[in-house]
């Protein structure tokens, strides 16, 4: 059985053509698929032999609302998604003035171990395929009813880990005659995985790189992000150079701002002279506080951006959404796994 949410378009044009079907019948079935339907059945438009030939080759995964938390403040939307095989994953629907932006994951779990993150405490249990990436968004804008706009790829789980899957992802949800969500609204984030950057650099999509710095000294990377271990600061700055060279885009750097560890006037004089030489974004994010982490959150983030600016940054402070929800990365997936295992929550 194959998983035909997962194929292109041209995938399953050549498939249906070795049917002896004709090769329209191809974007009827990604059109259908793209629209949600749950069975073949729903395929109205396909004569009832070629549903049955289709239903006994192939499945169409959907997934089951295991929670929906809505915000009273900002009307943020988080989703914990049941797939088929029992894992559990989140995503967050934001309504910004620019439009509805959904937040997906990537894997269920996370295996870049950084110290400050939810979604990396139990580890990695699997990739998630590109369907599963599609459903995140298409069964987001269905449940809701609003239409998303953009796409952030900021969830659970480490995209340049399942490269693959969320290549395919970018063509199935980026194509006209699905979702047709464009390049440029589509965000992808990285814990710093270098020889991700470098394949994605060499695509040449339009799409935004997001980094994820949290410091720009080794000492300070390597204690709370292991995958420094493997590609250092300066390793890193170097692919984030080489990228914009091949991509023309400004790279987004966010820094997650942790009292006493990353929120010093020597770390920012670091990262304006790390970053010079390319167009760079700098997001501070207030530290959401995670239970089992000892890190609070930083008290000097106004002057930490004010000597980032003077260095002539773009400095912008993330605004915090679904502050009454289970909101943040990983947490809601979290909890659940906690009451899974009986153990006491809140
Ligand atoms: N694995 C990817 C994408 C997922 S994390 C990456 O690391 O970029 C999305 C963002 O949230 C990352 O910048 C991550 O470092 C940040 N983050 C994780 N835990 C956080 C916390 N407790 N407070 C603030 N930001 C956090």
Partial sequence: MIDIKSMTIEEIEAALTAMGEPSFRGKQVFTW??????????????????????????????????????????????????????????????????????????????????????????????????????????????????????IVLMGIGEPMDNLDNVLRFLTLVNHEAGLHIGMRHISLSTCGVVPGIDRLGELGLQLTLSVSLHAPDNETRNRIMPVNRAYDVDTLFAACHRYFERTGRRISFEYAMIDGVNDSDAQADLIAKKVRGMPAHLNLIPLNQVRESPFQPSRRIASFQKRLERHGLTVTVRRSLGGDIDASCGQLRRRMMEKQDGRDVR
């Fill in 33 to 150: 698929l793209h629209k949600g339907v749950k069975s073949f059945d729903e395929m109205t438009n396909l004569p009832k032999a070629l549903r049955e030939k289709l239903q006994s080759d192939y499945f169409i995964r959907v997934p089951e609302v295991a929670c929906k938390q809505v915000s009273q403040l900002d009307g943020t939307i988080k989703y914990l998604w049941k797939l088929t095989d029992g894992s559990c994953i989140e995503t967050v629907l934001m309504q910004y003035h620019h439009g509805n932006t959904v937040c997906i994951s990537s894997q269920v779990g996370c295996r870049m171990g950084c110290a400050f993150c939810a979604s990396t405490l139990g580890g990695k249990v699997r990739d998630l395929v590109s369907s599963e990436l599609l459903d995140q968004v298409l069964f987001t804008e269905i449940d809701s009813g609003l239409p998303i706009s953009n």
